[in-house]
């Protein structure tokens, strides 16, 4: 097999098969070889019918390389924010097309398929990957809105119909429309911020497309701490009520602003916070109301605790918990007193200073290669200010690491997992240099230097480092040539136990050294690699009202860190 072809190739397809219909020619007059125009499957069936034994793979390429300083690894994270776009899309469009059948497609104006050809679009190896120039992920983020303004049409007008055909009587006053909160996650969300008139009802339907049942917490910004939240059946729900940061009222002035063209109103006061229960394949009502009698806010929801010395600080409202230091304000252990676990566990935030090229190559580091300079990361905090939210539901730990790095680290009631939530950017450039984003999270485990990363979501596959299986590497870049792409998440183990972090969208990972796990988060670097993208990876969102502003993109990401303790069986049972 010869293929023909690569990228920016067939601009003038008849030169290319002018050429083509000439090789063949001189190499089938010369008798000792036939060159045709092929197929995938006459190549198969010609090798089939050699009846050889061929070698079998079961592994991946990953982390590749077109020379010793050049690893195709910095597009695993290049562009977060559209990655995540992505992402979120296509777990929409799924839902819609649920939807949309169960309801018996109810829209004669609106439809599903301009956001299904802009998600195939966007499937693209330059467009998701993130290595296209930005006017071009512009347009890519541009089509993404607008078919998924259209489907939110086509969800609620089939929500409408589902809702009012087939819920209990409380709810058959249901509205005809329903709204959505594409800006949920920077907390702008029209509808749930204006004022509950007495005797009315906020309606909140919840679809779940899985085909499992889910149980989750739900968080709805809103502006008054005296609501009641009941389910279909008329029963109260227990509630708690979280601030809303600082942080988070800034992304939503600037960057409603940026998307929406609106000046925002002032940023609501509170997170709602309650508990749902959604069917597989199937959908819960709530309704939200005044309260009677006094303010439901309970006593310490909204209670903060400074950073002080003393004893660490522990957080968790059931079996998972997370102690904190007092002193650093990092995380210093988790345990669970249900599994067994009880892990020693630290986590920070560093950057890798981007290279420009130097003596031994002149590869920079770009939107696709990722090349450290060769310096140790640089850590961003050694130590961090903290407040502590507690309540019913949820307990929260909120972390300023720099002016441009904030999280929020929050347990939940009833789960065994804890999540991280941060606020990445903009990135400073002002010293010129560029910079490469991780968290990184540092346990005791004894891991010979081995860890697992998904294989496109479907599997995990075993990753040592500085090793492949297929032939003996020379190891040129001990960090980039280590970084394999995440979709699903990352684990290392040892003998006794096992640590995993979930990812919310594409991004790349490792563990560089024993016992480690660091994500790539985010990238703003100051040269091209010369890969063809033609200009550097450097992000900006701008205003065009009053002025044109402009500032580094902010990056919202939320994973997901699990630990687990492995309970062996008796000797006996193996044999």
């Not at 690894?73 to 924010?81: D, E, K, L």
Request: with cysteine; aromatic share 12%; proline share 5%.
């Amino acid at each position: 097999m010869w293929t023909m072809g690569d990228d920016f190739q067939y601009q003038y397809a008849e030169s290319w098969f002018k050429q083509m219909d000439k090789l063949i020619h001189y190499v089938n007059k010369d008798g000792r070889v036939n060159a045709l125009y092929s197929t995938p499957s006459i190549y198969t069936d010609a090798k089939n019918a050699a009846n050889q034994l061929w070698p079998l793979k079961t592994d991946d390429y990953f982390p590749y390389a077109d020379g010793p300083y050049a690893y195709w690894t910095g597009f695993f994270t290049s562009r977060p924010g559209l990655k995540r776009y992505v992402r979120f899309l296509s777990g929409y469009y799924l839902a819609m097309r649920q939807l949309e059948f169960f309801a018996g497609n109810r829209s004669t104006i609106y439809n599903t398929f301009d956001l299904a050809d802009a998600l195939g679009i966007a499937q693209h190896h330059d467009a998701v990957s993130g290595t296209a120039k930005q006017h071009t992920t512009d347009d890519y983020a541009k089509r993404l809105a607008i078919g998924a303004s259209k489907a939110e049409a086509v969800v609620s007008s089939s929500l409408a119909y589902l809702a009012s055909k087939h819920s209990s009587d409380q709810s058959s006053a249901v509205a005809s429309t329903f709204s959505q909160c594409q800006l949920l996650n920077i907390s702008y969300c029209p509808p749930t911020e204006d004022n509950i008139p007495e005797a009315k009802d906020l309606v909140v339907v919840l679809y779940n497309p899985l085909g499992w049942n889910r149980t989750d917490i739900v968080r709805i910004p809103v502006n008054e701490a005296n609501l009641a939240v009941k389910d279909s059946s008329g029963n109260n729900l227990e509630v708690q009520y979280v601030d809303v940061d600082s942080v988070t009222a800034d992304l939503r002035t600037f960057y409603v602003k940026a998307y929406l063209g609106l000046s925002p109103k002032k940023a609501p006061k509170y997170w709602l916070l309650f508990q749902v229960s959604v069917p597989p394949l199937g959908w819960s009502t709530y309704f939200i109301s005044k309260a009677t009698g006094k303010s439901t806010r309970r006593k310490g929801d909204l209670s903060h605790l400074n950073n002080k010395k003393g004893e660490n600080i522990e957080i968790g409202p059931g079996k998972l918990k997370m102690s904190f230091s007092s002193t650093s304000g990092l995380l210093e252990r988790m345990y669970n007193s249900k599994t067994g676990v009880n892990i020693p566990i630290q986590q920070n935030y560093l950057w890798y200073a981007s290279s420009e090229g130097d003596i031994r190559d002149v590869q920079a580091s770009g939107a696709y290669i990722f090349r450290p300079n060769g310096s140790s990361p640089s850590i961003v905090s050694r130590s961090v200010s903290l407040k502590v939210v507690r309540g019913p539901l949820v307990d929260e730990v909120h972390q300023t690491f720099s002016s441009w790095i904030y999280q929020v680290t929050r347990l939940y009631k009833g789960k065994d997992h804890a999540e991280i939530e941060y606020t990445i950017g903009p990135i400073p450039d002002d010293d010129r240099v560029g910079k490469e984003v991780i968290t990184r999270m540092t346990t005791n485990m004894a891991t010979n230097k081995e860890f697992y990363t998904d294989s496109n979501g479907r599997d995990f596959l075993k990753r040592v480092r500085d090793h492949r299986e297929d032939w003996p590497l020379q190891v040129t870049q001990p960090v980039a040539g280590n970084y394999y792409p995440l979709n699903l998440g990352i684990y290392t183990k040892d003998k006794k136990s096992e640590f995993s972090v979930l990812v919310d969208r594409a991004t790349g990972g490792s563990s560089i050294k024993d016992g480690e796990v660091e994500l790539m988060l985010h990238r703003r670097l100051l040269n091209d690699d010369g890969r063809g993208v033609g200009e550097s990876l450097h992000e900006d969102v701008c205003t065009q009202d009053p002025n044109v502003t402009c500032e580094g993109l902010k990056v919202w990401q939320c994973h997901q860190l699990l630990v687990y303790i492995f309970m062996h069986p008796p000797w006996s049972l193996y044999r």
